[in-house]
């Protein structure tokens, strides 16, 4: 595999994913159905999520798992 680890490019989709809807974090974990320290977590890498909360994250994004998790 190439390119950057597959945590941070989690990372970098879902923050800017989360910024052009204009939602803090704390916005975000709740649109997710997640605990809203886990956001931060992941979005600085520090986190590796299960397949579950990648698609608990798409959805309210309106993308799928697989685009979460792109280059």
Not at 11 to 33: H, I, M, P, T, V
Not at 53 to 67: C, H
Request: hydrophobic content about 45%; overall charge positive.
């Amino acid at each position: 595999m190439t390119g950057v680890d597959v945590r941070l490019r989690l990372a970098r989709n879902l923050r800017r994913l989360r910024e052009q809807k204009g939602w803090s974090q704390e916005k975000f974990a709740f649109e997710a159905n997640i605990h809203r320290t886990y956001v931060p977590d992941i979005e600085r890498g520090a986190r590796n999520p299960t397949i579950v909360v990648v698609e608990k994250l798409a959805v309210p994004l309106g993308v799928t798992a697989a685009e979460l998790l792109a280059e």
